[in-house]
Nanobody, 119 residues
């Protein structure tokens, strides 16, 4: 079992910056993909950015150029830095870990942290 705990959410003015952190603990399989997803009110959950254990990254188109995802496997941490935040970035942000072991897929989610981007 893997536990994921997000932190760093809050209120931010448009154009501002924010850094989210996710602490992972438990039975972590090192070959994994970690990511940030978000869910705005009334919308489906969507990918923000993801990073594999080989540090290959993937960003949603609307986050390219204004967000950076990074992981620190020594500390079991995942980070997301977002710049030039917009009101439409308002959402609950979830940390996610996916891995495949012995032919079985495992996916874990954190409880989420809320970001409100408004003036």
């Amino acid at each position: 079992q893997v536990q994921l705990v997000e932190s760093g959410g809050g209120w931010v003015q448009p154009g501002g910056s924010l850094r989210l952190s996710c602490a992972a603990s438990g039975s972590i399989f090192r070959l994994n993909v970690m990511g940030w997803h978000r869910q705005a009110p009334g919308k489906q959950r969507e990918l923000v950015a993801a990073v594999a254990s080989n540090n290959i990254t993937n960003y949603a188109d609307n986050m390219k150029g204004r967000s950076t995802i990074a992981r620190d496997d020594d500390k079991n941490m995942l980070y997301l830095e977002m710049n030039n935040l917009k009101p439409e970035d308002t959402a609950v942000y979830y940390c996610n870990m996916f891995f495949r072991m012995s032919g079985q897929d495992y996916e874990n989610w954190g409880q989420g942290t809320h970001i409100t981007g408004s003036s």
